[in-house]
Structure formats: C-alpha cells, structure tokens
C-alpha cells in the first residue's frame, strides 16, 4: 500500500504509476468516517487520450485513473478511495480471461470489511456484459458499480468526470445496497439486466428499455426505483470457483437469405452452446434452424435471442422448441444471452435447467 495524497498529480499529467494488481493506492481521507471506496481499474474511454484537440480518434486507457481522480477534486469529500488496476484496455477487447480476474478482484474488495462498495471504470462496448457477468458471480451485498464515458477525458465536455464523481456516491450510499451491479452513466443508474448500449457515440447511449432505469444520481444525490427483478449476485447460484476457464459459446446474427453455414462452422469450432439473435421473435430462417436443432440433438445449447432490441422471446411461438431442444432467452439481448448461457453450461448441459435459468436470471 501506497500513501500516496489525493489530489496530488495534475490533471492529465499522465503520472504513470506501476500497474500491476497488487498496487493498491490509498487516497486522501478527509475524515476518517469517509466511506471506502475501491476503484478498479479496466481501461476504456474514460481513460482516454486524444491526439489532438479537435481530433476524432483516441487512445483508450492512455490515462491512470489516479490521473482521473485528481481531475474531480469533489471526490475527496465523498469517500476516501483506492485505486487497482485491473486492466488497461478498450472493453472491445475485455475477454473471459479478464472477466475471471475482474470477478475475482471486485470478490476481494467486497469480502474487505473496510470497503463500503466497489468502482469499476470500464469501456461502455462491453459494460453490459461485464456488469451482467459480475451480477452473476460475485457474493456481495455492497455497491459494484461500474462506470465509463463516451468522451475521452480530453474532449471538450467530457462526461468522464461527473459519471465518477456520481458512480462513487452510488457506491458509498447505504441505498445502493442489495441492488446487484450498476451502471452509472450521464446521471442515470442502471441496473446490470436491463442495460444496453445503444448508440455509437452519444453520451446518453444507455438505455434500460425493460424493466426501467435503477434510478437517477445528480450531483451526486441518489433517486433510487425499485428493486431489480431477477436473482442477481447473494442470490445467485453460479460460482467461479474451481473454475479457470469458460465454455465456448458463439453468437450467430440471423438474417434474410440465412444458410446455415455459420451454425456449423460454430459448432466446428467447439462451441458448447450458441446464441442466436434472431429475427423478430427469435427466428430464422429453415436451413438455419435445422442445422440449430441438429446442434442440439448433439449436446450444444442453443439459445434463441433476438436482434430486435426489446420484447420477449418466448418459447414454442413460431419454433417447436419442445422438439428441437432449444432454449428461449426471454428478456435477455444476445450479449446477455451469451454470459448468462456461459455461466449455465459450468452448471449443467440440459436444456430444461438452461431454461429455467433464462427465467430466473
Ligand atoms: N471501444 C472503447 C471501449 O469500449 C470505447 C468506448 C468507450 O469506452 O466509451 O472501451
């Protein structure tokens, strides 16, 4: 452990510190009573550089997060935080391995009786899942939320700094306790099973189009809704441990013209289930199914999703999923699907659970 003071390095200095997961840094404390916070570090955009100060492109996670914290000076009064790195990535690149340790390092923190709730900045591409894979395995009660930007920290109007300063008044707040992972982006909290991305660059790309937003943080003053409406982290049965590696599980993008020799070519590659995110309800096209349903005959998963962004994938509407075996994702998007079929294959290869799980998760 490091002492090192908050805020201490100038903004964007670009003060490099050692990144490795054991370098914890201890913030300033303005009081001792200050909740806890741990930040873990993934990378993304809100650790991002510009070339230039017009320019378009940016590299991802070119800033430290300390660097980030000395930027948003309010923090101090809020929580005294530490910062490790986990990662130092664009969340395109986050991959199981990753998710593994992320699990594992935000487990530690939420197990330390000195830390009131976890931080985890992130790119937004992937947050969904990350957050969605996190509600999923890790036991605690305590705050994890996480949190990125759509501007690099550069930008002109960079969202990055207020979506920190409002993530960790999230984290620290006794409300924000039992509610699974969050997201907090552009002043909204959102809960890990609802999000997703839906905009390429807009800073209020999140959308929680479900079941509805977690609630809305401003200035960091919390308005919380209701509760999320699915098991999640103490109430979740699946567990990492024992466990070093995921199974495979593929997702395929249904489409007019469909054949089906993408589903081989998965199957080829020895996927244990794949996703697919059909048209409209969950369909595709009969060559396609075929070579699904004979994926399933097989042993593999199979998971109807949908491409469509909303609604409910039920079972046996247009498909005889009794008879092909397949599985229906219900409310989860293909991302989700993916994450949630992942961890249900460490448990089982029957379909009849895999779908219960759609049902419970
Ligand atoms: N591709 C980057 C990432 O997901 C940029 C998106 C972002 O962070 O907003 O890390």
Known sequence: MT????????????????????????????????PRIRILATGGTIAGAQTGDRARGYRAGAFSVEALIAAVPQLAALAALEVEPVAAIGSQDMDDATWLRLAARTQAAADDSAITGVVITHGTDTMEETAFFLNLVVRTAKPIVLVGAMRPATAMSADGPMNLYNAVAVAADPAAVGRGALVVANDEIHFAREITKTNT???????????????????????????????????????????????????????????????????????????????????????????????????????????????????NIETDDDTSGFIAADELNPQKSRVLLMLGLTCTADPRVLQEYFFSY
């Open 201 to 315: 660059t807009q800073v209020g790309t999140f959308r929680s189009g479900h079941r509805g937003l977690a609630g809305l943080v401003n200035n960091g003053r919390l308005h919380l809704y209701g509760p999320p409406v699915r098991r999640h982290t103490t109430a979740s049965e699946f567990t990492l441990a024992g466990i070093s590696a995921l199974p495979r599980v593929d997702i395929i993008y249904a489409h007019a013209g469909m054949d089906r020799k993408l589903i081989d070519a998965a199957v080829q590659a020895g996927a244990r289930g794949l996703v697919l995110a059909g048209v409209g309800d969950g369909n595709a096209g009969s060559l396609a199914l075929r070579a699904a349903a004979e994926a399933a005959a097989a042993g593999i998963a199979v998971v109807r999703s949908s491409r469509t962004g909303g609604g409910v994938v039920e079972r």
């Open 3 to 34: 002492g090192r003071v908050y805020p201490d390095p100038p903004p964007f200095g670009a003060p490099k510190f050692a990144k490795t997961e054991k370098n914890v840094f201890a913030a300033r404390t303005m009081s001792a009573s200050l």
